[in-house]
């Protein structure tokens, strides 16, 4: 059974970088997997950050595409969001998930249970 | 950007009661259309893909129907853990969107 958890700084500063991890159980995630990146927040609601297959392309959300960076971690099957130059408008909970049956099409079939990241000084 | 406009935005129902949450989209997604309930503090969890497939493990209560721009989701007979805010979201084309949510309550 596919499991994920995200983890990460819960609290990050304006204009500085936040770094988070999916650590995901149950399947590597070099298999023919899609990965997501999707944020809640009340003003924006659901949205969508980025999905990418580990080895294949990347797809962003191109409002975000310009601070967006995704990265693997296959020694402990784990991959990374990092968002730069955070504002309060980025405050939001950040989700990692699955995409079914491998497709970036797919809908999220298995999510993490969600990480709150505060913008503050 | 495609936009998921759902409806109405929050409904007050029974529990026995069959209700209606409506996705339309601002043009065609085909059937790639996509239906999340989510409870308070915790992640959405998928109900049905591509407009009318129930996810394995979901009671049959539920239904979808829909393609293009007009989808529906059914819940017939609610049941006390069915109270709930639900989504839909569309993979047709990115950047992948979310409708702005049906808050589900008594």
């Known amino acids: 059974q596919v499991r994920l958890q995200e983890s990460g700084p819960g609290l990050v500063k304006p204009w500085e970088t936040l770094s988070l991890t999916c650590s995901v159980s149950g399947r590597p995630i070099t298999s023919t997997e899609c990965w997501g990146w999707i944020r809640h927040s009340p003003g924006q609601g659901l949205e969508w950050i980025v999905g990418f297959y580990h080895r294949g392309r990347t797809y962003y959300n191109q409002s975000l595409k310009s601070r967006v960076t995704v990265s693997a971690d296959t020694s402990k099957n784990q991959f990374s969001l990092r968002l730069t130059y955070m504002t309060a408008a980025d405050a939001a909970v950040y989700y990692c998930a699955r995409s079914k049956e491998g497709h970036l099409e797919g809908a999220y079939d298995i999510w993490g249970q969600g990480t709150i990241v505060t913008v503050s000084s | 950007d495609i936009q998921l406009t759902q409806s109405p935005s929050s409904l007050s129902a029974s529990v026995g009661d069959r209700v209606t949450i409506s996705c339309r989209a601002s043009?065609?997604?085909?059937?790639?259309l996509h239906w999340y309930q989510q409870k308070p503090g915790k992640a959405p969890t998928l109900l049905m893909c591509?407009?009318?497939t129930l996810e394995s493990g979901v009671p049959s209560r539920f239904s979808g129907s829909g393609s293009g721009t007009e989808f529906t989701l059914a819940i017939s007979s609610l049941q006390p853990e069915d109270f709930a805010v639900y989504y839909c979201q569309q993979t047709y084309s990115t950047p992948f969107t979310f409708g702005q949510g049906t808050k589900l309550e008594i």
């Open positions: 591509d407009g009318s």
């Open positions: 043009q065609t997604v085909s059937s790639s």
